[in-house]
């Protein structure tokens, strides 16, 4: 091989590596061969070994972010974020070919977001934050209905099956309005419990890749600030003595999920809908309404610890209760979340 095509061949190869979207690889990786059994690392021509596949949602994350939120009085304002929360997700499989089944199940604690700046209450910060949720999803090669008739009868059932679940969602939107003079109305919800069931129709049995039909049950408190009367100095922000509006959507529930992660992880959509019928403690049927969107790309590793660009957005409806009006609460954030990977 002449000098001018060996000068060829490694620009061709620098090239390449330079476009390879492995996270955290500054170094060349020697051939695939190397990690050809699917391993989460890859090592370097000089024998370091290096992670080039994760695991998104097993980690504990520190997130900083600027959100663009717009509040009840229609204003917008720029304010700082912090996300923290651990998550964890295990996989099993069992059987092999048609009997072969493969349960999912995701867990996060004490997963949220506070903005520090944003002060809904007098001395605590504007935040949305979960003690734990949970989901646990079932795929199975030859799903099927039995049917316990003379001899049985097995029926093809085109879905996967689940549940989640989540306690101790505690919220402090931006502060709605009072119907009439629109003074503001301090407000904190307490999402106390939920759980829904899942169909999964597009089966597809791989991690973090599903898009879920949900119906369930949940219970919420709402306490409202108590109204001044009309003689009296501008309120503060706080809930004083609170007026409370109880929740409860018997089986009403709707909730559409889409989870999309590439195979090695380094791309993850996380997109959410749910529509709640629910009776309240004002004796009337009421409807709330939550939408969201969370995007992650890992644009490097630090020790193969990945640092990821996150893009959310979230609309979410709270009817009106209590002579206060409706909040129509949406957000934007884009920014940065620091990683310790839990495997």
Same mark, same amino acid.
């Given at each position: 091989?002449?000098?001018?095509?060996?000068?060829?061949?490694?620009?061709?190869?620098?090239?390449?590596?330079?476009?390879?979207?492995?996270?955290?690889?500054?170094?060349?990786?020697?051939?695939?061969?190397?990690?050809?059994?699917?391993?989460?690392?890859?090592?370097?021509?000089?024998?370091?070994?290096?992670?080039?596949?994760?695991?998104?949602?097993?980690?504990?994350?520190?997130?900083?972010?600027?959100?663009?939120?717009?509040?009840?009085?229609?204003?917008?304002?720029?304010?700082?974020?912090?996300?923290?929360?651990?998550?964890?997700?295990?996989?099993?499989?069992?059987?092999?070919?048609?009997?072969?089944?493969?349960?999912?199940?995701?867990?996060?604690?004490?997963?949220?977001?506070?903005?520090?700046?944003?002060?809904?209450?007098?001395?605590?910060?504007?935040?949305?934050?979960?003690?734990?949720? %949970?989901?646990?999803? *079932?795929?199975?090669?030859? /799903? @099927? #209905? &039995?049917?316990?008739?003379? +001899?049985?009868? =097995?029926?093809?059932?085109?879905?996967?099956?689940?549940?989640?679940?989540?306690?101790?969602?505690?919220?402090?939107?931006?502060?709605?309005?009072?119907?009439?003079?629109?003074?503001?109305?301090?407000?904190?919800?307490?999402?106390?419990?939920?759980?829904?069931?899942?169909?999964?129709?597009?089966?597809?049995?791989?991690?973090?890749?599903?898009?879920?039909?949900?119906?369930?049950?949940?219970?919420?408190?709402?306490?409202?600030?108590?109204?001044?009367?009309?003689?009296? %100095?501008?309120?503060? *922000?706080?809930?004083?003595? /609170? @007026? #409370? &509006?109880?929740?409860?959507? +018997?089986?009403? =529930?709707?909730?559409?999920?889409?989870?999309?992660?590439?195979?090695?992880?380094?791309?993850?959509?996380?997109?959410?809908?749910?529509?709640?019928?629910?009776?309240?403690?004002?004796?009337?049927?009421?409807?709330?309404?939550?939408?969201?969107?969370?995007?992650?790309?890992?644009?490097?590793?630090?020790?193969?610890?990945?640092?990821?660009?996150?893009?959310?957005?979230?609309?979410?409806?709270?009817?009106?209760?209590?002579?206060?009006?409706?909040?129509?609460?949406?957000?934007?954030?884009?920014?940065?979340?620091?990683?310790?990977?839990?495997?």
């Amino acid at each position: 091989m002449t000098a001018r095509r060996r000068l060829a061949a490694l620009l061709v190869m620098a090239a390449a590596a330079a476009l390879s979207p492995r996270a955290g690889r500054a170094e060349p990786a020697r051939e695939e061969s190397e990690r050809a059994d699917g391993g989460d690392t890859a090592v370097s021509e000089e024998g370091r070994r290096f992670r080039v596949r994760f695991d998104p949602a097993s980690r504990v994350w520190l997130g900083v972010a600027s959100a663009l939120h717009r509040g009840a009085g229609g204003a917008i304002e720029i304010e700082p974020e912090i996300d923290v929360g651990l998550s964890y997700r295990a996989r099993s499989a069992t059987g092999s070919g048609p009997g072969r089944v493969v349960w999912q199940s995701d867990h996060r604690v004490l997963a949220g977001r506070v903005s520090p700046t944003g002060q809904a209450l007098d001395g605590v910060p504007a935040l949305d934050a979960a003690l734990y949720g %949970a989901s646990f999803l *079932r795929h199975d090669e030859s /799903p @099927r #209905v &039995v049917l316990p008739m003379s +001899p049985p009868i =097995a029926v093809p059932f085109p879905f996967d099956i689940g549940v989640e679940a989540e306690v101790g969602r505690v919220s402090i939107p931006s502060i709605p309005e009072r119907q009439g003079d629109g003074s503001p109305v301090p407000l904190v919800q307490l999402g106390v419990a939920r759980a829904t069931a899942i169909l999964d129709p597009w089966r597809t049995g791989e991690a973090g890749r599903s898009f879920e039909i949900g119906l369930g049950v949940r219970y919420d408190i709402d306490a409202y600030a108590e109204s001044p009367s009309p003689q009296a %100095a501008p309120a503060r *922000r706080t809930l004083g003595e /609170p @007026r #409370v &509006v109880h929740r409860i959507a +018997p089986m009403t =529930a709707g909730s559409l999920r889409l989870r999309l992660q590439s195979g090695d992880g380094l791309t993850v959509f996380d997109g959410r809908g749910d529509v709640v019928p629910h009776w309240t403690s004002e004796g009337r049927w009421r409807v709330l309404a939550r939408s969201s969107a969370h995007f992650e790309r890992i644009l490097a590793a630090i020790d193969d610890q990945p640092i990821a660009a996150v893009l959310e957005g979230e609309y979410r409806l709270l009817p009106p209760a209590l002579n206060v009006q409706a909040v129509h609460d949406v957000r934007v954030s884009l920014g940065l979340a620091f990683t310790l990977a839990l495997r």
